[in-house]
């Protein structure tokens, strides 16, 4: 009886060990062809047509590889993002074929440039952050920052954030809003209305 309960263990732990134990076919597929996975991605949830820049493999130490890929949108060649495949085993007996992107983020970057670049009334900055996707994957970008220099412009940034809100075509967008020592992060989505857009940034008054 011992036997058998260890050989069921070392099964266990023999499957959770290997790429691709308890994977379904669809991630076999991706994992067989990362940047075919990636493209049918964009295709079907967002329509978007996307061209592969750079394309590496890199191994852990643990001799797991990512595959990382470096993406330019079709039709905006302004939209280049990164994007990390990979297997993840972090539940025994289980993996799955896991695709993460740094899109949403460098929209978002992209989206505020256009709207606030060229304006004398407010300054758009940008603070770099990184996401950790795994050893030998991490996902870099910059998050936007506006500063107001003149309260009496508070009308304009609010109906200037609406049409970022109207626009966008992902589903959250944040920014910080800055005047003199008080910053303030807003929220735009669909669940978040114009009026609480407004007395978010109200709340810059109380210097």
Known sequence: ???KILIAM???ITCGGLTGCGASDEDLKCAENPDKCVKDIYKSSKQKEIELINEEEKTDDTDNVTTILKYKLKDDENIVFDTCAYWDSSVVGVSEYNVQDNYQEVYTEVLFKNHFD??????????SKSRYVNKVCTLEYNTPIIELIDLNDMSELYNELLEVKEEKEIFSVSVDVKYQDKKISVSLNDNVSNEDVHNKLEELKNV
């Open 1 to 3: 009886m011992k036997k």
């Open 10 to 12: 070392t099964l266990l």
């Open 118 to 127: 060229n304006s004398n009334k407010f300054v758009l900055n940008f603070e």
